[in-house]
Nanobody, 124 residues
Framework: QVQLVESGGGLVQAGGPLRLSCAAS????????MGWFRQAPGKEREFVAA????????DYAYSVKGRFTISRDNAKNTLYLQMNSLKPEDTAVYYC?????????????????WGQGTQVTVSS
């Protein structure tokens, strides 16, 4: 069993940065692909970014490409999301997810483990 706990959310002004962390426990995640999703009030959960078990550049939603950076530290069993140039439309609950299954990483159904989420609010 894998437990994922997000942290780092909060209130930030538009244009500012924020870094989210996702700490994993219960299993070594070095062979898991991991991702970030978000859900704004009244909207469906949407893909933000994903990274394969080996690391690399990562995959990004068009809306965050060039502003957000996903990374992982397998030694610490931790996933990160560095968010820069934040916009009010980035306001949402951000979820960390992990998968040891194959499939397209931008798809939520691929992931078999989810965190509880952390709130990010960007004021204008």
């Amino acid at each position: 069993q894998v437990q994922l706990v997000e942290s780092g959310g909060g209130l930030v002004q538009a244009g500012g940065p924020l870094r989210l962390s996702c700490a994993a426990s219960g299993h070594i995640l070095s062979t898991y692909a991991m991702g970030w999703f978000r859900q704004a009030p009244g909207k469906e959960r949407e893909f933000v970014a994903a990274i394969r078990w080996s690391g690399g550049m990562g995959d990004y939603a068009y809306s965050v490409k060039g502003r957000f950076t996903i990374s992982r530290d397998n030694a610490k069993n931790t996933l990160y999301l560095q968010m820069n140039s934040l916009k009010p439309e980035d306001t949402a609950v951000y979820y960390c997810a992990a998968t040891n299954r194959g499939g397209p990483l931008p798809r939520a159904y691929v992931y078999n483990y989810w965190g509880q989420g952390t709130q990010v609010t960007v004021s204008s």
